[in-house]
């Protein structure tokens, strides 16, 4: 059981945007900021997101990050055949003292 | 271009000691935390821990009484040892340099653990 929730899939056809969730709580998401990695098949995760909306050099600004109190969402508009991969959330979490992962969101492009 | 390079025995029998090595090639090695990252099969990640290069440390307190992490600077290596390892622990473990806006991940090391 993850400490932040990821709705395990999500689905969405070519061009179009889709919103990926992450929910957890005032000790993790709603004091701190919140990191997006892609995990394409067989392969390491990349980072897409880091403080909460910035992106790293080379990830195309289709893709951006918010946070809502204690919620985060990843957006991804003109979706591409290639976007098709497991999202990770991570935090960190004050409670807990550790960084803490959602469950991963299976991004599946109809 | 940075490149991770891990290495470690991939076979473990239950009880024995899980230990890897990461090394950093073609960057910096100061100014970044090294953290180790494992993945279940079929599952999510999870944070074992993480250390910068003056040694100082977090673990994940599920893990901290059998995770040892450590650095060599002299040859930018990084280190793992997970104790008393059992089936659960059977994952492709991550190193990975973080700092900011920069997170280069190794290729993963499948470690299985079986008797």
Redesign the interface.
């Given at each position: 059981q993850?400490v932040l929730t990821q709705s395990p899939s999500a689905s969405q056809t070519p061009g179009q945007r889709v919103t990926i969730s992450c929910s957890g709580s005032g000790s993790n998401i709603g004091n701190n900021y919140v990191?997006w990695?892609q995990q394409l098949p067989g392969t390491?995760?990349?980072?897409l997101i880091?403080?909460t909306n910035?992106r790293?050099?080379g990830v195309p600004d289709r893709f951006s990050g918010s946070k809502s109190g204690t919620s985060a969402s990843l957006a991804i508009r003109e979706l591409r055949s290639e976007d098709e991969a497991d999202y990770?959330c991570?935090t960190w979490d004050d409670s807990?003292?550790?960084?803490?992962?959602?469950?991963?969101t299976k991004l599946t492009v109809l | 271009q940075v490149h991770l390079q891990q290495w470690g025995a991939g076979l473990l029998k239950p009880s024995e000691t899980l230990s890897l090595t990461c090394g950093v090639y073609g960057g910096s090695f100061s100014n970044y935390f090294y953290n180790w990252i494992r993945q279940p099969p079929g599952q999510g990640l999870e944070w074992i821990g993480e250390i910068n290069h003056s040694g100082n440390t977090n673990y994940n307190p599920s893990l901290k009484s059998r995770v040892t992490m450590s650095v060599d600077t002299a040859k930018n290596q990084c280190f793992l040892n997970l104790t008393s390892v059992t089936a659960a622990d059977t994952a492709v473990y991550y190193c990975v340099r973080e700092n900011d806006a920069v997170s280069d991940w190794g290729q993963g090391t499948l470690v299985t653990v079986s008797s």
């Open positions: 993850s990191y990695y390491a995760p990349k980072l880091y403080s910035q790293p050099p990770y991570a807990l003292s550790a960084q803490v992962f959602g469950g991963g | -």
